[in-house]
Nanobody, 123 residues
C-alpha cells in the first residue's frame, strides 16, 4: 500500500502563489507517476499535472501551463508550485500515484489518492 499526504493549501489573493507538497510512504517502487488533480464545488475532478519519477517527464493541463510547476523534492515526494493564481484555481487539490511509466490524465489511471488540501483564491 501507498499512503499520500498533501500539505500547503490555504487562502491566497489572485496573483499570489502557493506551494503544495505530497509525501508518499509505504510500498517502495522504482517506476511510478505522481499526479495532481483538483475538484471545484459542483465540478468533476480534473487533471492538473503529473511527473514520471524515473524519467522526470512532466505533463500539464492547458489551464495551468506556464503558471504551475511540478517537481520531485526527494525520493518519495512531489511539489506543485502554483504561481499567478486565479479565482478559478479554487478547488480541493489531490495527489495521486500510479505504478506506471506513462503520464496519465485520467483519474482512473491512478491507484492511490491522498485526502486532498483546499486551495482558495480570492479576487
Amino acid at each position: 500500500q501507498v499512503q499520500l499526504v498533501e500539505s500547503g493549501g490555504g487562502l491566497v489573493q489572485a496573483g499570489g502563489s502557493l506551494r503544495l507538497s505530497c509525501a508518499a510512504s509505504g510500498r517502495t517502487f522504482t517506476s511510478y507517476v505522481l499526479g495532481w488533480f483538483r475538484q471545484a464545488p459542483g465540478k468533476e475532478r480534473e487533471f492538473v499535472a503529473a511527473i514520471s519519477w524515473r524519467s522526470g517527464s512532466t505533463d500539464y493541463a492547458d489551464s495551468v501551463k506556464g503558471r504551475f510547476t511540478i517537481s520531485r523534492s526527494n525520493a518519495k515526494s512531489t511539489v506543485l508550485q502554483m504561481n499567478s493564481l486565479k479565482p478559478e484555481d479554487t478547488a480541493v487539490y489531490y495527489c495521486a500515484a500510479d505504478y506506471s511509466s506513462t503520464l496519465g490524465r485520467r483519474s482512473a489511471d491512478y491507484d492511490y489518492w491522498g485526502q486532498g488540501t483546499q486551495v482558495t483564491v480570492s479576487s
